[in-house]
């Protein structure tokens, strides 16, 4: 049997990627068809070494990818090595049905979202993607001092690419209480549960927006303000925060209960 037309070009192009691209650091490549008489598919399966997150990104941007997950990974810049694996099938008769996916796995990395500034440290879990999709698992990190359970989903539309990033925590007294201003604290007690939705817009055509959305229902948090703004036995008073912003400006508003705005 003689393998199809291309296949060695194509089988020598992937190797190539896979091997020479600047400081990947790869291992145990595997690169082959399984049957050439049937489907004429070409696998490579790849160990992705410890690693700068820089040369993943400069993987994704050389593909075709660049305008989505690459997009994503420029807004969401990592540093200290990563490791993980990266798997390609290429169909040699319809380009168009490739599938790249893979695994990249943070273990006490740091990332420091671009737009709205936030810095984030000791960023435990995986990121996983699959062509233009991303997804995260057991993805937990540090955000000023506090712990912050993450969750990503990335996903290419026709005008932008989205990011969703959810966020959970609950911080004790003692944690977040140490962010308040000292003459503030006297006048907060308990713990603090907040739940949070960030949206971030890569968009086709040039530009980012973004919109956010962060509550607390202030279940077992104390806020001792003024007589006509605390919460009574028959109705507590949660408190949310909206965010709509691009590059260059971002609106803000905050409600507690529906007193104060």
């Known amino acids: 049997l003689r393998p199809p037309p291309g296949a060695y070009r194509v089988r020598s192009s992937v190797a190539s990627v896979v091997y020479k691209r600047k400081g990947l650091n790869m291992a145990g490549v595997r690169a082959g068809i399984a049957d050439l008489a049937r489907g004429q598919v070409l696998k490579v399966d790849a160990e992705i070494k410890s690693t700068e997150p820089r040369y ?14 690459g997009s994503a990974l420029e807004q969401l810049q990592v540093t ?11 169909p040699l008769n ?10 990249i796995v943070f273990d006490n990395n740091q990332v420091a979202l671009q737009t709205p500034k936030m810095n984030f440290s000791e960023v435990n879990g995986q990121l996983t993607f699959s062509n233009d999709e991303i997804n995260t698992k057991d993805l937990q990190l540090i955000w000023q001092g506090l712990p912050v359970g993450v969750e990503v989903k ?3 539309k026709p005008d932008y690419y989205d990011t969703d990033i959810k966020l959970t925590a609950l911080w004790e007294e003692a944690q977040w209480l140490a962010h308040i201003p000292l003459p ?26 973004y919109n956010a959305t962060f509550f607390s229902d202030l279940a077992n948090t104390q806020l001792l303000l003024p007589g006509h703004y605390e919460s009574s036995q028959s109705q507590k008073n949660a408190l949310s925060i909206q965010i709509d912003g691009q590059l260059e400006q971002s609106n803000i508003v905050l409600n507690y209960g529906d007193k104060l705005h």
């Open 56 to 69: 993943i990104g400069d993987l994704m941007n050389q593909s075709p990818f660049r305008n989505s997950v």
């Open 80 to 90: 200290g090595n990563v490791t993980g694996e990266f798997h390609l099938n290429l």
């Open 94 to 103: 319809n380009n168009k049905q490739t599938l790249a996916s893979g695994t």
């Open 154 to 156: 990335g996903i290419d």
């Open 184 to 209: 503030l604290r006297r006048y907060t007690l308990g713990e603090l549960p907040w739940q949070g939705e960030l949206s971030l817009h890569q968009h086709h055509q040039g530009g980012f927006s």
